[in-house]
């Protein structure tokens, strides 16, 4: 089976996207050892359009740092704002500026204890403002934080449950790969019970409720349900909430996350295992056939397994083969050296 009648049946929907005449004795561009490198193969553009995938769209979302400054922007034109207002909020004070933070930090996580709370169209108006604007930079605040909170903690777990395994680094990164989101997932449980813990025995020795009640307050809080009917009312504790409230909301949210993650990935796991160890019937065979030669080549047989595995369709298959006549600058039906060299001079 030729690599022409491949391609033409990949792209039976497209049958003009492979008109080209190959040009004999020309030479496959393979990479080995001795094989000298392409400059212009492997120098970047200055623009990025040459950079890998991995690392453009690293570029292109926002940094820790960048999340972070909007975080601080956020709160410190938060507390300024309810500060000068702070006489048109209702409830229980402590400090004016501590009480202003404490109210941005419930609002923002959704947690809305009712224990200061607007009591002027103005200050409602805000609140309703900055209740969106908050949601909005706790989320990039919690797709960010799991790389500083979690990620950071991998090596760190994966030796802790493997302390008695002789492993190398190698390995162990490897094995790391391989359970990421299981890992993440053991971290953020893990920090999610110390939270909770901690809030509970905070509650109860310096804001005097009883057990049952700070257990409480604590889920009502993390979960961002705020009830109301117990909240930290105290100068320490509202000092302490500051901290508490978004650590524990943002674990909270990456748990589910991950939960969610690893039930996602199991379905995936036992569709592979069942599409890679299921007989093959004649009905498999005439559908992984593309060019109706009546044989299946290897090719053929991992295109197919592929579709069945949803990892490709046929319009990724179009679209990669289009990519792939827009390379072959001299219709060779194979890439060279030279190839990429003309059609990235030519962008």
């Known amino acids: 089976m030729s690599d022409s009648n491949i391609q033409r049946a990949l792209l039976a929907d497209n049958p003009n996207a492979l008109q080209r005449k190959p040009s004999e004795g020309a030479k496959r561009f393979r990479r080995c050892r001795s094989a000298p ?17 991995k690392e453009l769209f690293k570029e292109m979302r926002p940094s820790f740092r960048m999340v972070g400054f909007l975080l601080l922007a956020y709160l410190l034109v938060g507390v300024v704002v309810f500060y000068l207002v702070m006489d048109q909020i209702a409830g229980k004070r402590t400090n004016r500026v501590l009480d ?20 002027s169209d103005a200050t409602k108006l805000l609140a309703s403002a900055f209740v969106f604007t908050g949601m909005g930079v706790i989320a990039l605040f919690v797709s960010k934080a799991a790389d500083y909170l979690v990620e950071k903690q991998e090596v760190l777990f994966y030796k802790a449950l493997h302390m008695n395994m002789k492993s190398g680094e190698a390995k162990m990164i490897r094995r790391i790969e391989m359970n990421k989101t299981k890992y993440k997932f053991y971290t953020t449980a893990l920090l999610l019970v110390t939270s909770i813990v901690v809030g509970t025995v905070f509650l109860w020795k310096i804001e005097k409720l009883s057990l049952v009640d700070s257990f409480y307050c604590v889920c009502a809080t993390i979960t961002t349900l705020g009830y109301g009917d117990k909240s930290f009312s105290s100068k320490l504790g509202r000092t302490f909430a500051v901290f508490w409230i978004i650590t524990s909301t943002i674990i909270l949210a990456l748990f589910f996350m991950y939960l969610a993650e690893i039930y996602t990935e199991r379905r995936q796991k036992m569709l592979a295992k069942w599409v890679l160890t299921r007989r093959m019937t004649t009905m498999d065979l005439e559908a992984a056939d593309l060019d109706n030669d009546q044989r299946v080549g290897a090719a053929e047989f991992v295109v197919y397994k592929l579709k069945e595995l949803g990892k490709i369709n046929q319009e990724d298959i ?22 990429l060299t003309m059609a990235q001079s030519g962008q």
């Open 100 to 119: 202003a933070l404490y109210f941005c930090i419930v609002t923002m996580t959704s947690v809305g204890y009712g224990d200061l709370v607007p009591n």
């Open 318 to 339: 179009s679209s990669f083969l289009e990519e792939f006549n827009k390379l072959d600058v001299d219709q060779s039906g194979t890439l060279s050296a030279y190839d």
């Open 37 to 53: 490198r392409s400059e212009t193969a492997e120098k970047p553009r200055e623009n990025g359009s040459w950079l890998p995938a």
